[in-house]
């Protein structure tokens, strides 16, 4: 009955997990090693949606999910610094390949989005209690 | 229906009254007032619109495909139905005290 | 006396009104808990009520078609209210530790705050729901009882 919750609140969550992903990448931007302590540069993060498959019929909507996954394509920033304690033998030190404005313009979107979905589940529970005028 | 009196002063039976014309609004004295025919009817529409309010607000607790405007709107219906019954049953039964008490 | 509400779907309303309230204690108990280490999401067993409804849903219609008048005795009374009957096990309004769909973080704690207000959101809609509609019915018991509306 109150399908359109479940939908939007599918949309709160990978949102937000989006923009915990943002906030990883910008806390990383220079991070050059590893949990593990060995120089290897942070890979940024990205999270990809994808429409939720509906359970009981097939056109009924089922909301969005998410997927977090790792840029491995693009290549790291090398800058040559050969005093940096993770320099390789050439004195290039490989930082991670973040774009900060990139970051900042997704986490303006995803922010966007939270704020919409927001609206979209008090416009839900408007219509609910309004269609309780009906008994009155 | 006055008895008509002929001529040697003597009271004859009524006569045989019209048969009725088809139509709705005839009344024939072998068939029932039509208003308690009205009145049945009304009662089982009552009992009918509760029956389905009930149903549809179990279906819509148990999940089925029952949106919540047609739940309340059934249920609206139903006690709607059901107060203009109570308002019907006052007034006959005003009407019928009103009758009762009318001096012969 | 009380076999007067067996007709209507008061009891239902009252049992499903009964757990969202039990249920909104559960989960304001959540969001409270958002930031504890170590707490696991609480909630109450929301199938096993939904089987114990439409079991008793089921029950109450098979009586009807029997023929058994709906105002007759409190068959309905045992499944549905009063006494609380075998399809209703108090278990089913009591918290137990609940599923999260989110993931469980550094402390221990698989919170997931936009779980929590949606439920919380879907549970106090579907509370006012059915006590309108058992309002709704109370009115036209009254207004039958008092041959007044």
């Known amino acids: 009955m109150l399908s359109a919750l479940d939908v939007s609140a599918s949309a709160l969550i990978a949102q937000r997990q989006r923009m915990n992903a943002i906030a990883d990448n910008l806390a990383n931007l220079n991070t050059t090693r590893d949990a593990d302590g060995k120089p290897s540069p942070f890979q940024r993060r990205f999270v990809t949606f994808a429409a939720a498959e509906s359970g009981n019929s097939t056109d009924a909507p089922a909301g969005v999910t998410y997927q977090v996954a790792v840029d491995t394509s693009t290549p790291p920033r090398r800058v040559f610094e050969p005093g940096h304690p993770d320099a390789d033998k050439d004195g290039y030190v490989s930082y991670p390949n973040i774009d900060m404005m990139t970051e900042f313009v997704n986490a303006v979107e995803a922010s966007r989005a939270y704020q919409a979905n927001l609206v979209a589940i008090d416009i839900t529970k408007q219509g609910f209690t309004q269609s309780l005028k009906i008994l009155a | ?104 | 006396m009380s076999s007067m509400f067996d007709g209507t779907t008061i009891p239902l309303l009252e049992k499903i009104a009964l757990f969202a309230d039990r249920r909104h204690d559960a989960l304001t108990a959540n969001v409270a808990n958002i930031d504890t280490p170590n707490y696991k999401r609480r909630d109450l067993p929301i199938e096993a009520f939904q089987k114990a409804l439409r079991e008793a849903i089921a029950d109450g219609r098979s009586r009807a078609d029997q023929g058994v008048s709906a105002m007759n005795g409190d068959w309905a009374g045992q499944s549905l209210g009063g006494k609380s009957g075998p399809m209703f096990p108090a278990q089913v309004f009591q918290a137990i530790e609940a599923k999260s769909p989110s993931l469980t973080f550094q402390d221990n704690n698989n919170r997931s705050i936009e779980h929590e207000m949606l439920e919380m959101t879907k549970n106090s809609l579907m509370q006012s729901f059915a006590i309108q509609l058992m309002s709704t019915q109370f009115g036209m018991l009254q207004a039958a009882i008092r041959e007044q509306v």
């Open chain 2, 1 to 104: 229906m006055p008895s008509s009196i002929n001529g040697l002063g003597m009271p004859t039976p009524p006569l045989a009254p019209p048969s009725a014309p088809a139509g709705p609004a005839s009344i024939s004295a072998t068939d029932p007032p039509l208003f308690g025919k009205m009145l049945l009817q009304s009662l089982n529409q009552v009992n009918g619109l509760e029956q389905s309010a009930q149903a549809a607000v179990e279906k819509s607790f148990a999940g089925d495909d029952v949106t919540q405007v047609e739940a309340l709107t059934s249920m609206k219906k139903a006690d709607l139905a059901l107060r203009l019954m109570v308002q019907i049953r006052n007034k006959v039964m005003d009407a019928y005290n009103e009758i009762k008490q009318m001096q012969m």
